[in-house]
């Protein structure tokens, strides 16, 4: 498998309490997808979704499990590759008894064009990327056309992504790379009611922090 040479994350070392590690040793094998370079069945994995939803860099997890509660009717596929994370989400899918919620350790460069059929997910979830504030990191930033590229292969026609940060300089950059992209119809919203604040935009909102959601459809 092809890894990508620009790293959209930053290595937070690997401080992870022994709960957050046990859950993983645990419970990745239960809520957990090994990463191979063979295309998921998702249907399989929710039979009975209406629709399928990946989350891209959830964190601690807390808006995942909320969300999945909230819409028992769907499949939620979360990609992360922090293990405290993993173990958190982990945790929470176990201890709530959430049953709609896989979770992959990965970068999703890797998970999206490997294990994901192309026109297969009903919606993506990317809330509150790293913003990566100066200059020369921006190239580190995730949304880029490339990966609106990438996105769009593997939403069905009608598709929705639905995006937040609370970096302004950032929401301008995610609205001009949707300009120049001819697959994506749509641009910033009002928060929607059934997106909780995530841990990330908390801490966003205690340093006054303005915060942008877009939504876009794939054409
Ligand atoms: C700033 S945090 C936001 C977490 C959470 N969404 C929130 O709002 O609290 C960004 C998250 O994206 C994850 N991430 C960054 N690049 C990623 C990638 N290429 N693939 C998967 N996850 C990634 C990081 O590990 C981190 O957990």
Same mark, same amino acid.
């Given at each position: 498998m092809e890894r990508p040479s +620009? !790293?959209?994350?930053? +290595? !937070?070392?690997? $401080? +992870?309490t022994e709960a957050q590690r046990a859950a993983k040793k645990s419970l990745q094998e239960i809520h957990g997808i090994p990463v191979t370079d063979a295309k998921l069945d998702l249907n399989a994995v &929710? /039979?009975?979704? %209406?629709k399928i939803i990946m989350e891209i860099g959830f964190g601690m997890g807390e808006a995942t499990a909320i969300i999945a509660m909230n819409s028992p009717e769907n499949g939620y596929l979360a990609i992360d590759l922090h293990p405290p994370g993993i173990g958190k989400l982990l945790s929470r899918i176990q201890e709530q008894k959430i049953t709609n919620i896989k979770v992959i350790e990965d970068d999703v460069h890797v998970v999206l064009p490997y294990m994901i059929e192309d026109e297969s997910l009903d919606g993506v979830h990317l809330y &509150? =990327?790293? /913003?990566? =504030?100066k200059v020369k990191h921006h %190239? !580190? $930033? +995730?949304?880029?056309s490339g990966f609106l590229e990438l996105v769009a292969s593997k939403l069905k026609p009608g598709g929705y992504f639905h995006l937040a940060t609370d970096w302004v300089p950032y929401a301008e950059s995610m609205e001009n790379v949707f300009k120049t992209s001819t697959q994506f119809s749509g641009g910033v919203i009002d928060k929607p009611e059934w997106r909780p604040v995530t841990r990330f935009e908390g801490q966003g909102i205690d340093k006054d922090h303005r915060v942008t959601d877009l939504l876009y459809f794939r054409n």
């Open positions: +620009i !790293r959209s994350y930053s +290595i !937070r070392g690997t $401080r +992870i &929710f /039979p009975d979704a %209406k &509150f =990327p790293d /913003p990566w =504030p %190239k !580190r $930033r +995730i949304v880029n």
